[in-house]
C-alpha cells in the first residue's frame, strides 16, 4: 500500500477558481487575487490540441488541483481501470499539487450515470469507500482528498453521521478532505440540521481544500425549502458566513470558487474570488 504522509499537499492559503477556457486571457494577463487553478480531471484526459497547450502554460504559473467527477469511489462495483489508468496519465505529466474526489457514486452495472449520488452511511459502505481510496492513492502515488456531497435524501439504514464517517474514512486510508461549505448549507436545508453544528463535528484538522459554490432554491412536493447545488451562480451570504465560522474554528486554508454552468464574464468571477480573499484575511494563521 501507498505510504501516505501526514503533510497536506502545498496549495497556497490564497483563494483559487475553477478554470474555465473563456477565461484563459483573462487568468494570464490579469489575475488579480486568484492563487491557483482546480480543474476537472475528465476534460483534460485526451491526448494533444489547445485544451491540453493552455493547462501546460497554465501550469507554468500556477499550483493546480485536478478534482475528479467521474471515479465513482462511492459505487459498489469495481472502480473503472481504463478511467483510472487515464486519471495517472494525467497526473502524472501535470504533476498536479493536489488531486480530489466525491464522497457519492455515478457507475452501476458498466452504466454511468451524469450526476454524484448519495451513500448510506454503514460499515459495508465504509469498507468499500476506503478500499477504493486505497486503489486510488496506490495508483496514483500521492494522497487525495475526499469531498463531502450535497444530500437531497437520508437513509434510514445509515449507522454514521457524516463527519464521523468521513474521519473514519482519513484514519483507515490516510486521505484528506475537501470540505465544500456550500454543500454543507445545502445539505444542512434540505435535511433540517444546523450547518455549524455539521462544521463544528467535522474533522477540520484533516481538510486540505475548502469550496464554495452557488445553489438554485426550489421547493419539495410539501413546500418546504429545497437546495440544488448547480455551481451556476455567485456564493450566497449565508454560505459566506458560514465560510467565516469555518475558518474562525480550523484557521486559514485554500478557498476555491466553483461556478461551472451558466458560466459569467471574468470580472462577476473575480468578484467572488476577492470576497474569498477579503474572508481569508480576516483569519489569523
Known sequence: MFDVTSQFPNLPYMPGVGYKPQHF??????????GWLEIHAEN??????????????????FPISVHGVGLSIGGEGALDADHLSRLKHLVEWLKPTVFSEHLAWSTHEGAFF????????????????????????????RQMMLENPSSYLAF????????????????????????DVNNVFVSATNLDYNPRD???????????????????????DFGKPLLIDSHGRE?????????DFTLDLCGPRPVLIEWDTDVPEWAILSAEVDRAARALSKVVA
Open 235 to 243: 456564493v450566497v451570504d449565508p454560505v459566506w458566513a458560514l465560510l
Open 44 to 61: 483534460y484526459m485526451g491526448h494533444g490540441g489547445r485544451p491540453l497547450a493552455q493547462l501546460r502554460h497554465l501550469a507554468e504559473r
Open 114 to 141: 451524469n450526476d454524484l449520488l448519495p451513500l448510506p452511511y454503514t460499515n459495508a459502505t465504509l469498507d468499500h469507500v476506503c478500499a477504493h481510496i486505497n486503489q486510488v492513492q496506490d495508483t496514483l502515488q
Open 156 to 179: 434510514d439504514d445509515s449507522t454514521w453521521c457524516e463527519p464521523e464517517f468521513l474521519r473514519e474514512v482519513t484514519k483507515r486510508t490516510g486521505c484528506g478532505l475537501l470540505l
Open 198 to 220: 455539521y462544521i463544528t463535528a467535522y474533522p477540520l484538522d484533516q481538510v486540505g481544500e475548502i469550496h464554495l459554490g452557488g445553489h438554485d432554491e426550489d421547493q419539495d
Open 25 to 34: 486571457s483573462e487568468i494570464t494577463n490579469n489575475p488579480g487575487s486568484v
